[in-house]
């Protein structure tokens, strides 16, 4: 490969720009912007707006399903459970949970906590989330659920 400094046309540009060529660079006027204001100029863009949303909603909505039908003898086994539990118990449930915008459709959830209460009138029961920490504040309360008999798909009850 040539040099192109040593080529005809290299030297005609030389010849050209000869008075600056041999200058340094000159200084911004401006200071240098750092780094972070770079990246904030450069960020991107939503082009189409709600797309992220959409694309979310359609990742969730794959992920629901139709409420599975619990056979006569699982009802039964889950009818002797119920019964056996009691204020204060210690559970592990496994339940339906409807999805409001896609209401035939749902998902499983998981939810381990201490029944505060039962209503066999209205057929739910009512659990309190383990929070993870022991040290609750009076302020902060573990969540509450209410749960319908109906979608209940698995109770385990662990005496303490």
Same mark, same amino acid.
Do not use: W
């Given at each position: 490969?040539?040099?192109?400094?040593? @080529?005809? /046309?290299?030297?005609? $540009?030389?010849?050209? !720009?000869?008075?600056?060529?041999?200058?340094?660079? =000159?200084?911004?006027?401006?200071?240098?912007?750092?780094?972070?204001?770079?990246?904030?100029?450069?960020?991107?863009?939503?082009?189409?707006?709600?797309?992220?949303?959409?694309?979310?909603?359609?990742?969730?909505?794959?992920?629901?399903?139709?409420?599975?039908?619990?056979?006569?003898?699982?009802?039964?086994?889950?009818?002797?459970?119920?019964?056996? @539990?009691? /204020?204060?118990?210690? $559970?592990?449930?496994? !339940?339906?949970?409807?999805?409001?915008?896609?209401? =035939?459709?749902?998902?499983?959830?998981?939810?381990?906590?201490?029944?505060?209460?039962?209503?066999?009138?209205?057929?739910?029961?009512?659990?309190?989330?383990?929070?993870?920490?022991?040290?609750?504040?009076?302020?902060?309360?573990?969540?509450?659920?209410?749960?319908?008999?109906?979608?209940?798909?698995?109770?385990?009850?662990?005496?303490?």
């Amino acid at each position: 490969m040539t040099d192109y400094k040593n @080529t005809p /046309k290299g030297r005609i $540009v030389r010849q050209k !720009y000869a008075d600056i060529l041999p200058l340094l660079r =000159p200084e911004p006027i401006r200071p240098r912007m750092n780094t972070q204001n770079r990246a904030k100029i450069f960020s991107p863009f939503s082009a189409l707006r709600g797309y992220d949303e959409e694309i979310s909603d359609e990742d969730r909505v794959h992920g629901l399903m139709a409420k599975i039908e619990l056979s006569n003898e699982d009802k039964n086994r889950l009818s002797d459970r119920l019964l056996q @539990t009691k /204020k204060n118990m210690s $559970v592990t449930v496994e !339940y339906f949970h409807t999805d409001k915008m896609y209401a =035939p459709l749902g998902t499983y959830k998981t939810l381990t906590g201490t029944v505060s209460r039962i209503d066999p009138m209205y057929q739910e029961i009512e659990i309190i989330g383990d929070t993870g920490s022991k040290t609750d504040t009076p302020l902060e309360k573990a969540p509450s659920i209410c749960i319908a008999f109906d979608d209940l798909f698995s109770l385990e009850t662990s005496f303490e």
